[in-house]
């Protein structure tokens, strides 16, 4: 569901593979609609923060899709990531889409795989590639890392749990450029969540949790904590 921006719906989007995306009403918990226009089955979406309808879609042949939920389904599609002709559309990755995010200004579409490189960057606005190579991580078997984006203003981050160093990679998503390496975790990083109201990064590795924040790092293992 949305987490930034500020929006009147109360739906949530719902994978559900080859059923397409779900919009489920939070209040009723009714089903309101459904979106299966993309051409393999829906791995996984994201709202756009400035617009409240505009909801991208990445599916499990590497297609990703933007939708204007206000639409009927004959005329709902706004466009296609890499801005190739909705008639024939261009797959973005050659292995399914494992995650795709909004950066909180809706400047840029982050777009994650298991190909060799797997961070992909398009512009929010046209759904052009930004041509922009993001070096230094890499997939992991059969490991989904689930990332998160933070920022303010002009200024976002890419945050990307990397198992193969059981790091987190920030990335900065104007340059593509690796600004920090949080480290502490034991075994390896597979998902992350940022608090904005503490400015607080929250790593789950395989065993244990990490807390990254200013002024401190907190570790949980096995339901203990240690304050470092």
Request: with cysteine.
């Amino acid at each position: 569901m949305p987490v930034e921006g500020s929006f009147t719906h109360k739906l949530i989007a719902v994978c559900s593979t080859s059923m397409g995306v779900s919009l489920v009403d939070l209040y009723s918990g009714n089903r309101t609609q459904t979106i299966r226009q993309n051409l393999g089955d829906a791995t996984c979406c994201c709202w756009n923060p400035l617009n409240e309808f505009e909801l991208v879609v990445g599916d499990s042949r590497g297609y990703a899709f933007c939708y204007d939920i206000r639409k009927s389904e004959l005329n709902n599609m706004l466009g296609v990531l890499g801005n190739t002709p909705q008639s024939a559309p261009a797959s973005i990755s050659e292995t399914p889409i494992q995650s795709i995010l909004f950066s909180p200004n809706g400047s840029t579409i982050v777009c994650t795989s298991s190909e060799t490189h797997p961070i992909k960057l398009f512009y929010g606005n046209t759904y052009d590639a930004m041509g922009i190579p993001v070096e230094g991580v890499s997939p992991w078997g059969n490991v989904i890392p689930k990332p998160c984006v933070a920022g303010e203003g002009d200024q976002s981050f890419l945050f990307f749990p990397d198992p193969t160093d059981c790091t987190v990679k920030v990335v900065d998503l104007s340059s593509g450029k690796i600004v920090n390496v949080l480290r502490g975790h034991l075994d390896a990083a597979t998902c992350c969540s940022f608090r904005h109201s503490r400015n607080e990064l929250c790593g789950i590795g395989e065993s244990e949790t990490q807390i990254f924040g200013r002024t401190r790092r907190v570790r949980a293992e096995m339901g203990q904590s240690a304050r470092e």
